[in-house]
């Protein structure tokens, strides 16, 4: 498996610029082996109409954690993924302030992997979600 000690935040959070990840204010605080934190500032365009966090927003947080963390934790020779499966239950929500998130690896086979995320509010610590994705492992042809 590959170690996480050139998948810096920092770099993550360069690649995120741009696309989806960085467009929301998705932001990396740690990359380790099995494990990814992130983080995301609670704002107006990140909540359905009625005022609260939308569903998506809370999804896009932990399948970006969960995927960066498959990227600094390939196995030997694996050159990406995709995923192939996502599950997410939802228990709290908020309306400010930031959510946080820790992607836990699971299991960490040579075709697949699957990671745990576990969303937070950080003002409250109240679990705003569970979340769990496989994804597969890709090798050149």
Request: contains cysteine.
């Amino acid at each position: 498996m590959s170690t996480a000690s050139h998948f810096t935040p920092e770099r993550f959070n360069e690649v995120g610029a741009g696309h989806l990840p960085g467009y929301m204010g998705i932001v990396i605080k740690h990359v380790g082996p099995g494990v990814l934190e992130a983080e995301l500032p609670v704002a107006k365009h990140l909540l359905a109409p009625n005022g609260y966090l939308h569903a998506g927003s809370v999804v896009t947080l932990a399948d970006t954690a969960a995927g960066y963390g498959c990227i600094a934790n390939l196995p030997e020779n694996a050159t990406s993924f995709t995923t192939i499966e996502l599950k997410s239950n939802h228990m709290g929500t908020a309306r400010d302030g930031h959510i946080t998130c820790q992607a836990r690896m699971a299991h960490g086979g040579r075709t697949t992997q699957v990671w745990d995320v576990v969303v937070r509010s950080v003002e409250t610590s109240q679990t705003i979600a569970l979340f769990r994705c496989t994804q597969m492992i890709l090798y050149p042809r």
